[in-house]
Every structure is written in structure tokens, then in C-alpha cells.
């Protein structure tokens, strides 16, 4: 809702600017109309006796811009401008709040992770050069070790670039096991994607040759995957028209690309995504929540860096959600190996410490908070996520 009020505040200060600088195009064009106009007029008259004559046409000049009031004309629409670009910035005040450093708790980071955290997002983007600098201006030695994996991937996915499947291949062949560990056929898809292009250039026989070298062992597995690659061999040359011509998008190569990066970083023990990214994406959702949570308790003359969790709610959205957390609706307070989630009789969940408050006895009936049911503490199982 912020962002649309924003939006709505810069929307009416554009348009206000766009009308201001019509406005005072409009005035600067009709003063500069009624000026051209008078030394026309001075121009035509006789050198020796029209004195006079240019003198009263400066004094009508004069006249003219005086009932013009240009200035007037320029201040009202420069004063609608100045007002809304007040009220804007104050918008922006309220919004955003400009010391985030009350949206963070008091944590001693260990430097040489934080750097090492640093580095190696630049050299898993690919900015070998950034990274490399990074580290000798951060005195890192150790963390050059990150540096080559990430040079080997990039290697690969630029040999693909250029229509060259063969380090990847020779990648491939190597972490087969690993790979089929993970349930990927990546190295089926490659050597697919190379038989293609063998069948693009026309060669049916070095295309046949390459299937039963390195497509058959693949058969037993995925035997409607080759029966459609061998049907292909008899559009040597002309696939583009044959009803394979799917096999020809480059959308393949682009998802084979994106498919390799993420099997790369996986045998890595690493994410496909940079963890500093998807911490500086997820800290700029929660960001002002946090914020605003700060100034709550700081009106409120508390403390909440000293609280064990927040009091509210956090919402990410779900690309930031990796794993299933258990919230207590009574106390409020995360599940753990002390504290698990406990599935009632009547299917409604609460933790083992909500439910041993509520029973105060192992064999006492105690009411649901949910709804009407009873149960006791032998009844209640816990729940695995």
C-alpha cells in the first residue's frame, strides 16, 4: 500500500512539473512573440526621423509585457509545483525511514565468514576480476580457494554460448554418478542436444554413430526419449521441417544452461542462488516491518533487540520459504526439539508446553482452545514436518 501511495504522490508532482514547464514555455514564447514584434516594427522605421517612432514602440512594448505580468503568470503554477514537492517529501519521510540501523539486532559477525560470504557471491556471479580484488584489499588469502569451481562452471556455460557442448560433456561424464544420485538426467540431455546438432549439419551416419555410443546405454531408462531422436534420423539435414523441429529451440540450450549451473552448485554443497542475494531480497521485504516493529517498542519504551523472537509476523513471500516452521497459536512461540508441535484428537495442533499448561495433570481431560472437543495429554501425538 506504501509503494501505491508513493507512486500516486510522484504520479500528481509529474504532472504538476509537466504542467509548470508548458506554462512557462507558453509565457517565454508569447514575450518572445511581442519582442521580435517591436523590433520589427523599428526596423521599418526611416533612420532619420523615427526616434520618436522606436521610442514609443519600446514604451507600447513595455506596455504590452507590463499587462502580460509574466512573472505572475510563472509564480502560480511554479507555487502549485513547490507545494507538491513538499508534500511528496514528507511522503517519503513517512515511508521510508532513512536510519535502518534500528531494524537490526546487535550481532558480532565473524569478519573472515562475512568476506568469505562476500567473495564468493562475486565469483559465483562471475566477476572473477571484482572478487579477486575483493580479497587482496580484505587480506582473505584463503578464500581463493572458492574462486576455481566457479571459474570451471563459467568455462562450460560460455563454451555453451558458443554452441560448444564438449566441456560440458567431459563435466558431465565425470559426476555421472552424482548426478544420477540428484535424479538428473543432465547428461542424457546433453549428449541429446549434441546428437541434434550433429543432425542439423546433415552427417546421418556420424549421428548414428554418436547414438550408439553414447544414447544407447541411456535406452533401458528413457526408451521414448531415443525412439523420438532415432525417428529424427531420417530428417537428416532438414529437421527444421520434420515434426521434431522442437529439438531445434534454443530454449533448450537456455534451460540446459540454467539446469547445469544448478547441478554445479548442488555437487558443490552449495545453492543455487547466492545466499547473499537471497539475504539482501529477503531483508529488503522485511525491512520496513522491522522498522516499523522499532519504533513501536521504541515509543513503547522497550527494548526488542533483547526479545528471542519478534512479536510479529514476518511475511517473505514464498520464494523465501525453504523449510516449514510450527508457530503456537497460544504462546506464540516457534516449535523446537523441546517444544514440538502436538496433533490433538480433534486435528487441531498446539505445542508440548501449551498442551502441558492446559492439562495440569497427565491424565486430567482439558478443553480445546479451537473448538469444543476434550483430550488428554496420552491422547495428543507429535507431528513431524
Given at each position: ?10 504520479d ?20 518572445g512573440r ?26 507600447e ?47 558480532d559477525?565473524?569478519?573472515h ?8 557471491h562475486f ?52 559426476q555421472s554418478?552424482r548426478?544420477?544420485?540428484?535424479g538428473?538426467?543432465?547428461e ?25 555410443t553414447y ?6 531408462v528413457?526408451?521414448?526419449?531415443i525412439?523420438k ?5 531420417l ?6 521441417q ?18 547445469l ?36 517498542m521504541a515509543?513503547k ?12 509476523p ?8 525453504f523449510?516449514?516452521?510450527f508457530?503456537?497459536?497460544v ?9 514440538p508441535?502436538m496433533l490433538?484428537?480433534c ?39
Open positions: 500500500m506504501e509503494l501505491n501511495t508513493i507512486k500516486d504522490a510522484f500528481r508532482v509529474a504532472k504538476k512539473q509537466k504542467l509548470s514547464c508548458s506554462k512557462t514555455q507558453e509565457v517565454i514564447d508569447e514575450v511581442e519582442i521580435e514584434q517591436a523590433m520589427a516594427k523599428m526596423q521599418s522605421t526611416d533612420n532619420g526621423s523615427g526616434c520618436s517612432d522606436q521610442k514609443s514602440i519600446l514604451l512594448l513595455k506596455t504590452k509585457l507590463n499587462e502580460m505580468a509574466p512573472m505572475n503568470q510563472l509564480e502560480g503554477s511554479q507555487r502549485e509545483l513547490n507545494v507538491g514537492l513538499v508534500k511528496y517529501a514528507k511522503i517519503l519521510e513517512k515511508c521510508f525511514n532513512p536510519d535502518i540501523s534500528k531494524a537490526y539486532r546487535n550481532v559477525f565473524d569478519i565468514i562475512v568476506n568469505q560470504i562476500i567473495a564468493s565469483y559465483r556471479q562471475g566477476l572473477f576480476d571484482l572478487g579477486d580484488c575483493f580479497i587482496s584489499e580484505a587480506n582473505e588469502p584463503d578464500a581463493t580457494a572458492l574462486k576455481s569451481p566457479f571459474l570451471e562452471m563459467y568455462g562450460i556455460l560460455e563454451a555453451m554460448r558458443s554452441r560448444d557442448l564438449e566441456p560440458a560433456l567431459n563435466w558431465a561424464s565425470k554418478e548426478l544420477l544420485q540428484n538428473s538426467s543432465l542424457l540431455k546433453l549428449h541429446q542436444l549434441q546428437f541434434v546438432e550433429i543432425l542439423q549439419k546433415g552427417s546421418q551416419n556420424e549421428a548414428l554413430q554418436y547414438a550408439r544414447l544407447a546405454p541411456f535406452a533401458s528413457h526408451k521414448v526419449e525412439q531422436l532415432m525417428a529424427c534420423l530428417w537428416a539435414g532438414r529437421l527444421d520434420s515434426p521434431y523441429a522442437e529439438f531445434m529451440s534454443p530454449t533448450h540450450w537456455e534451460r540446459l544452461a540454467e539446469e549451473t544448478q547441478q554445479f552448485c548442488s555437487l558443490l554443497g552449495q545453492s543455487y542462488e547466492s545466499p547473499l542475494s537471497v539475504a539482501i531480497a529477503a531483508g529488503i521485504q522485511g525491512l520496513p516491518t522491522l522498522l516499523k516493529l522499532a519504533s513501536v515509543a519504551q522497550q527494548e526488542w533487540q533483547a526479545m528471542k523472537q519478534l512479536p510479529v514476518v511475511d517473505l513471500g514464498r520464494e523465501f520459504q523449510h516449514s516452521i508457530v503456537c497459536p504462546l506464540r512461540e516457534q516449535g523446537s526439539d523441546e517444544n508441535p490433538m484428537p486435528g487441531h495442533v498446539l505445542s508440548k508446553q501449551s498442551i502441558a499448561k492446559l492439562s495440569k495433570s497427565s491424565t486430567r481431560p482439558f478443553k480445546c482452545p479451537y473448538c469444543p472437543l476434550e483430550a488428554t495429554v496420552g491422547q495428543c501425538r507429535q507431528l513431524h514436518f
